[in-house]
């Protein structure tokens, strides 16, 4: 089966820089995904990284070590609207199912 | 371009009614799938289709139908709703890259 972990919850202070880790556990894993939802939004994709290393997209990265199971969501020059819910999510080999964790709720202060 | 639309958005049930939940995607995309999202579980994939006529489970079915019977429709039937199905329910849509469309969610309660 296939599983993800993350953070429920993660604060930061506007300016600064957080990461959001996800370590997973599948059988048949084909790539990390992340999608960003604001309250009573939809989900929106962000990045996917199907090899290991780091990703890059503006202010956003994402980082994947596939012999860890591991990855993270780095976000900098944090922002007021950049509080969301983040979810990682996991594409089975098959390219057919994508499961995606419970999502982390990221709150930024002023 | 309208990418996933979804009806309804909000909607309320007895106990034992049944409904169906639309999707239509005008992306041509293939591949499709429905998720249920409560509050502190994330997405739940409820069943999925790689194409018309091809559907499959997800990781919880129980209690819903799907049927693809063309390319740009693929809509959720509940049976026989319960209070456990009051849920926030998202259509999705992909190439076959990785990138997921969401629909704007279509809000369920059942009473």
């Known amino acids: 089966g296939q599983s993800l972990e993350q953070p429920s919850e993660v604060t930061a202070v506007e300016g600064a820089i957080v990461q959001i880790n996800c370590t997973y556990q599948?059988?048949?894993?084909?790539?990390l995904s992340w999608y960003q939802q604001h309250d009573g939004g939809a989900p929106t994709f962000l990045s996917y990284?199907?090899?290991?290393g780091l990703e890059e997209t503006g202010r956003f990265s994402s980082f994947l070590s596939r012999s860890d199971s591991y990855g993270y969501l780095l976000l900098q020059e944090l922002q007021m609207k950049d509080s969301a819910s983040y979810f990682c999510?996991?594409?089975?080999?098959?390219?057919?199912?994508?499961?995606f964790g419970a999502g982390t709720r990221l709150f930024v202060k002023a | 371009n309208a990418g996933v639309t979804q009806t309804p958005k909000f909607q309320v049930l007895k106990t034992g009614q049944s409904m169906t939940l639309q999707c239509a995607q005008d992306?041509?995309?293939?591949?499709m799938s429905w998720y249920r999202q409560d509050p502190g579980m994330g997405l739940r994939l409820i069943h999925y289709?790689?194409?018309?006529?091809?559907?499959d489970q997800g990781e919880v079915p129980n209690g819903y139908n799907v049927s693809r019977s063309t390319t740009e429709d693929f809509p959720l039937r509940l049976l026989s709703a319960a209070p456990s199905q009051t849920s926030v329910y998202f259509c999705?849509?992909?190439?076959?890259?990785?990138?997921?469309?969401f629909g704007e969610g279509s809000w369920l309660t059942v009473v």
């Open positions: 289709s790689v194409g018309a006529g091809i559907t």
């Open positions: 999705a849509s992909r190439e076959s890259g990785n990138t997921i469309y």
């Open positions: 990284n199907a090899l290991d």
């Open positions: 992306m041509n995309h293939e591949y």
């Open positions: 999510a996991g594409l089975n080999t098959g390219g057919f199912k994508t499961i």
């Open positions: 599948t059988s048949g894993f084909y790539g």
